[in-house]
């Protein structure tokens, strides 16, 4: 039984900073390209964040244009989490973050931040 549970969101003011964290379970994490997205209301799905399931020492990330410089994604494969640090938050930052696996193919709940 796969989940992904998001934890970490809310109510900051700008300029702020949250870390969220997304715990997995029931498949093989360390093997698999991890990735955040974010939905705003009216909006389309964003991706966010990404990074790879090499080694540590081989890991690398990727970021949306939009956040470029003010997140920073990590993982711990001995934990099964991946973690986006945002910093220097925006208004436009306001969305539901989901955690998602490589393709799509899973799924959290998503957790909410709301910057204002």
């Known amino acids: 039984h796969v989940q992904l549970v998001e934890s970490g969101g809310g109510h900051v003011q700008p300029g702020g900073s949250l870390r969220l964290s997304c715990e997995a379970s029931g498949f093989v994490f360390s093997a698999h390209y991890m990735s955040w997205v974010r939905q705003a209301p009216g909006k389309e799905v964003e991706w966010v964040a990404g990074?790879?399931?090499?080694?540590?020492?081989?890991?690398?990330?990727s970021y949306a244009d939009s956040v470029k410089g003010r997140f920073t994604i990590s993982r711990d494969n001995a934990k099964n989490t991946v973690s986006p640090q945002m910093n220097s938050l925006k208004s436009e930052d306001t969305a539901l973050y989901y955690c998602?696996?490589?393709?799509?193919?899973?799924w959290g709940q998503g957790t909410q931040v709301t910057v204002s």
């Open positions: 990074i790879t399931s090499l080694p540590s020492l081989f890991r690398a990330a």
């Open positions: 998602v696996s490589e393709g799509g193919l899973w």
